[in-house]
């Protein structure tokens, strides 16, 4: 099993610009869900999916969207990139809601110019 | 969401136990505790949940209160690789999926 897959590792982008961040897991995991982490922050949670074709908004959803087509997939789309979200990006899948562990990709560093 | 309070920073000697602890005085009865760590900004790494019960996987233990208020991790040998930043989280049901809230953790590091 890879686990959790982020692309890109890193990525530089101008304001205004769109791009996806991609992940992928490969456990038949139901729950999916994307952080951001900011300096001297802990993570906070953007968008999540308990399954194929059901996402919804976490924590700070404004600038981001997501859909889940596949259980392998879940990625997350900025529409028009803006220096506010310059950031590392974590995406994170667990076999169900209920109470079992997150397994979490190795990031997508992300700087908006 | 209950809150969780851990100290900024701690230090251990390389070999010994490694004690951090969590306040959740708010904690309610069906919400877990979970500890994650984050190594040098790489993904963050599960290491172990519990309930009421003191938990013990094969990277820590868990020691709950009685009360559920509070907790610790023991990581028992330290090693200078245990050199991260530790989260105490309480686990919520929102409605119906799990929403992990990430605090400031600790930054634990291991000295030679």
């Known amino acids: 099993n890879a686990g959790v897959t982020q692309t890109p590792k890193f990525q530089v982008l101008k304001t205004g610009q769109s791009m996806t961040l991609q992940c992928a897991q490969d456990?038949?995991?139901?729950?999916m869900s994307w952080y951001r982490q900011d300096p001297g922050m802990g993570l906070r949670l953007i968008h999540y999916?308990?399954?194929?074709?059901?996402?919804d908004q976490g924590e700070v959803p404004n600038g981001y969207n997501v859909s889940r087509s596949t259980t392998e997939d879940f990625p997350l789309r900025l529409l028009s990139a803006a220096p506010s979200q310059t950031s590392v990006y974590f995406c994170?899948?667990?076999?169900?809601?209920?109470?079992?562990?997150?397994?979490f990709g190795q990031g997508t560093r992300l700087t908006v110019v | 969401d209950a809150k969780t309070t851990q100290p900024p920073s701690m230090d251990c000697a390389e070999g010994r136990a490694a004690n951090l602890p969590c306040n959740h005085s708010?904690?309610?009865?069906?919400?877990?505790v979970y500890w994650y760590r984050q190594i040098h900004s790489q993904g963050p790494q599960y290491i172990i949940h519990?309930?009421?019960n003191n938990e013990t996987n094969e990277m820590a233990s868990l020691i709950i209160t009685e009360d559920r208020k509070s907790s610790t991790l023991i990581l028992p040998h330290a090693t200078l690789r245990d050199t991260a930043v530790y989260y105490c989280?309480?686990?919520?049901?929102?409605?119906?999926?799990?929403?992990?809230?990430f605090g400031q953790g600790t930054r634990l590091t291991i000295n030679p």
């Open positions: 994170a899948s667990s076999y169900s809601m209920r109470n079992t562990e997150a397994f």
């Open positions: 708010t904690i309610s009865g069906n919400e877990y």
């Open positions: 999916s308990v399954g194929a074709g059901i996402t």
């Open positions: 519990g309930l009421k």
């Open positions: 989280i309480v686990r919520a049901i929102i409605q119906g999926a799990q929403k992990l809230v």
């Open positions: 456990m038949n995991h139901e729950y």
